[in-house]
C-alpha cells in the first residue's frame, strides 16, 4: 500500500481531486466546443466573429494566464465594478469551480476545431436522405449528423483530454489541493522532493495509460457496425 512515510493518504486524496476536476473540466471544454462550433457554422457575422475570436485568443494565450486572470482579476473587476455604483462587497472564487472552468474553456477552444472538422466530415449525403425520408432538420441533426460527428471526434477529443489532464497541475497555483499541490505539501514536510514529485509523475502517467485503455475501447465500440474501407 502507498504509504510514503505517511503522506501517500494525501497524494491520493490529491490524485481524486485532480481526476474530478479533470472530468468537470472537459465536460465544460465539449460544451464550449460545442457552442464554438455551432458559431463556426452560424450564418450569423457576430457568432462567426465571436467563435473565431475565442479560438483564436485562447489558443494565443498561455493557460497559466488565464487561469490567474479569472480566479484574481476576475474578483477584483467585480468588486472595483460594484464600488463604482457605490457598493462594497467582497468576491472570493472558490478554487475548484474556478480551476475546472478555466481549464474548460481554455480547452473548448480546441474541442471547437476538432468538433469542428468532425462535422465537416459527415457526408452531405447521410443528411440528404434523412431529410429525404421526412426528418425534421433539427431530427436528422440529432439522429444521423450529431451521432456520426461525435463518432469521428472521438480520438480527437481523446487527445484533448490527455493534454487537459495534465494542464490541471496548474490549479495547484491558485491553492486546490490536487495531487501536484499536495505533493508539494508532502515533499516539504519530509524534504524528499524527489521522492513525492516522482510519485505523482507516476500518477498522472497511470491516469494517461487507463485513458488510453478506456479510449480505445471506446472507439471500438463506436466503430460497430461501420464496415472498414479496404
Not at 495531487?179 to 524534504?191: E, F, G, M, S, Y
Request: charged share 15%; hydrophobic share 55%.
Amino acid at each position: 500500500m502507498l504509504d510514503l512515510q505517511g503522506y501517500g493518504w494525501l497524494l491520493l486524496q490529491g490524485l481524486q481531486m485532480t481526476i474530478l476536476v479533470g472530468i468537470c473540466a472537459m465536460m465544460m471544454a465539449v460544451l464550449f466546443g460545442l457552442l464554438g462550433a455551432w458559431g463556426k457554422f452560424s450564418p450569423s457575422k457576430l457568432a462567426n466573429w465571436a467563435a473565431n475570436t475565442y479560438t483564436t485568443v485562447v489558443r494565443g494565450v498561455p493557460e497559466l494566464i488565464l487561469l490567474l486572470l479569472v480566479y484574481y482579476g476576475v474578483p477584483k473587476l467585480i468588486q472595483d465594478a460594484a464600488a463604482a455604483i457605490g457598493y462594497e462587497i467582497r468576491v472570493d472564487l472558490n478554487p475548484f469551480v474556478a480551476g475546472f472552468i478555466t481549464i474548460g474553456f481554455i480547452y473548448g477552444a480546441f474541442c471547437t476545431e476538432v468538433l469542428r472538422g468532425a462535422f465537416l466530415s459527415v457526408p452531405r449525403g447521410q443528411m440528404e436522405a434523412a431529410r429525404a425520408i421526412g426528418m425534421s432538420k433539427i431530427l436528422a441533426f440529432r439522429r444521423v449528423q450529431f451521432p456520426l460527428a461525435m463518432r469521428m471526434a472521438l480520438p480527437g477529443l481523446g487527445n484533448v483530454w490527455m493534454v487537459l489532464i495534465k494542464a490541471t497541475a496548474l490549479i495547484s497555483l491558485i491553492q486546490l489541493d490536487e495531487l501536484l499541490r499536495n505533493a508539494k505539501v508532502a515533499a516539504q514536510a519530509t524534504r524528499e522532493p524527489f521522492t513525492f514529485y516522482f510519485t505523482a509523475s507516476l500518477m498522472f502517467l497511470a491516469i494517461t495509460l487507463v485513458s488510453m485503455i478506456v479510449l480505445k475501447r471506446a472507439e471500438r465500440w463506436s466503430r460497430k457496425g461501420i464496415r472498414e474501407a479496404v
